[in-house]
């Protein structure tokens, strides 16, 4: 199978396609599954059919399912820390201004998933 990966791009297309269903919703994963497995043959096939068995139970489908994941980065905290830095206002904050500081980001947060969750 490596040799056709490496030679042959209809096959690096279909094993390519098939690792991106961890992106589909659960629910689509098994019919998205079964049409790029339809025509599969040889080891192509043979890798179809192990990731059927093994990789689609329903107790093991979660495990590597990343639909709608939030996946967070380092940007995520960088822009945090300056949003802090910038409603600190200055660059050295005593306990109690920091933890005051926190509790109001904590508010405006718990805020925020208020209105997430209500829909607006």
Do not use: C
């Not at 689509?28 to 990731?51: C, K, M, P, Q, W």
């Not at 059927?52 to 939030?70: G, H, I, S, T």
């Amino acid at each position: 199978m490596r040799t056709s990966y490496i030679h042959e791009a209809a096959t690096k297309k279909k094993v390519k396609m098939l690792l991106a269903t961890a992106f589909l919703s659960p629910h689509d994963v098994a019919v998205a599954v079964e049409l790029l497995g339809r025509d599969a043959t040889g080891s192509i096939a043979a890798l179809f059919n192990y990731f059927q068995v093994e990789w689609m139970p329903p107790d093991r489908l979660p495990m590597w399912n990343v639909y709608n994941v939030n996946i967070r980065t380092n940007n995520d905290l960088e822009g945090w820390h300056f949003k802090m830095n910038r409603l600190a206002g200055k660059r050295h904050l005593g306990f109690y201004e920091l933890l005051q500081l926190l509790i109001d980001e904590q508010g405006s947060t718990e805020t925020l998933i208020q209105q997430v969750t209500s829909g607006r």
